[in-house]
């Protein structure tokens, strides 16, 4: 029960303290391209993780990235990120954020979020305050005398819990939840920061059939409000949240389309599927 859980912050809709307000998002997706790569490559000393990539995901897309072991899909997402530069080319979040050239809490902030394939929940800490801790610094309340909870935190916090369908766990400390509830809650902790475009690193990685569904249902709901980026070897998962799905390869984009046009490309099944 959010509600009475929330009540025990003190709310605050008076927002003349200045700390009330989102950091507008400055991305400018008018040119309906949420993320652009041209012709990206990453060198590891001699060897080339990303060859010559190029990929366009429009606003609101929900992209799937597949690909066998070691096809650079991981490096994808950390020159994404900020954590890997790009050699060559240019990587641009809108027309606005020239990636390549910012840090990694710079791109957290411009409104990049990534969730890795581990849970990194804080496990004493209940599920309303891991919440809390993920949102942007100046929102924070749990250091704070008056435990104050400004209107748009509130709200934020109330749609999250809706969105990872914790909201009767809120007082629950984290490490007692299940691996599924505490993916979920750190897709939360994302959803804190009010993101644009969500990374997902293999989401359903250990997951029980149960939470497999209720997660590509998540994708889904998700999709209403963000772009997405997901990277996941299990097939029965992309095929329940998939529109276009990129395939990798040795760094490169080996096929592109519906996981039915990719499932039936000669090179797909040679290299990744098997027939
Ligand atoms: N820091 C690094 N130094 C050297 N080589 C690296 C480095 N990071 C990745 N690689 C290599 O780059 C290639 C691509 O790795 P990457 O992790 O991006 O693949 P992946 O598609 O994510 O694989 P998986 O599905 O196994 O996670 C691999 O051959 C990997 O060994």
């Known amino acids: 029960m959010t509600a009475q859980a929330l009540d025990e912050y003190d709310y605050d809709d008076d927002h003349s303290d200045g700390l009330s307000h989102p950091k507008p998002r400055g991305a400018d997706f008018s040119h309906g391209i949420a993320l ?25 897309e929900l992209r799937c990235i597949i690909g066998p072991n070691g096809a650079g899909k991981t490096t994808l997402m950390d020159v994404i990120t900020g954590k890997t530069r790009p050699t060559e080319g240019s990587v641009f979040f809108g027309q ?38 993920a949102a942007p610094k100046d929102k924070r309340v749990m250091g704070s005398l008056r435990r104050r909870l400004d209107a748009d935190t509130r709200n934020t916090l109330e749609a999250t819990l809706e969105q990872i369908r914790l909201t009767d766990k809120t007082r ?14 750190e897709i939360g902790m994302l959803l804190m920061q009010s993101p644009k475009l969500i990374l997902l690193d293999e989401p359903v990685a250990g997951m029980t059939d149960a939470e497999t569904e209720h997660t590509a ?20 998962f992309i095929d329940a949240i998939s529109e276009k799905v990129t395939v990798l390869a040795q760094g490169a984009i080996l096929a592109e389309g519906t996981l039915a046009e990719v499932q039936e490309n000669e090179a797909v099944i040679e290299s990744y599927l098997g027939r």
């Open 36 to 60: 652009y790569l041209e012709e990206v490559s990453v060198w590891f000393d001699s060897f080339r993780a990303l060859n010559n990539l190029s990929l366009y995901i429009e606003e609101g």
């Open 96 to 133: 606005t954020y020239n990636l390549a050239t910012m840090s990694t809490e710079q791109i957290a902030e411009s409104g990049i979020g990534r969730k890795f394939q581990k849970p990194t929940v804080f496990e004493n800490f209940s599920v309303l305050d891991n919440l809390l801790l």
């Open 172 to 185: 629950l400390p984290a490490g007692l939840l299940s691996h599924g509830q505490k993916q979920w809650l």
């Open 217 to 236: 249902e998540l994708c889904l709901r998700l999709k209403q409000n963000h772009t997405l980026i997901v990277v996941e070897h299990d097939m029965s």
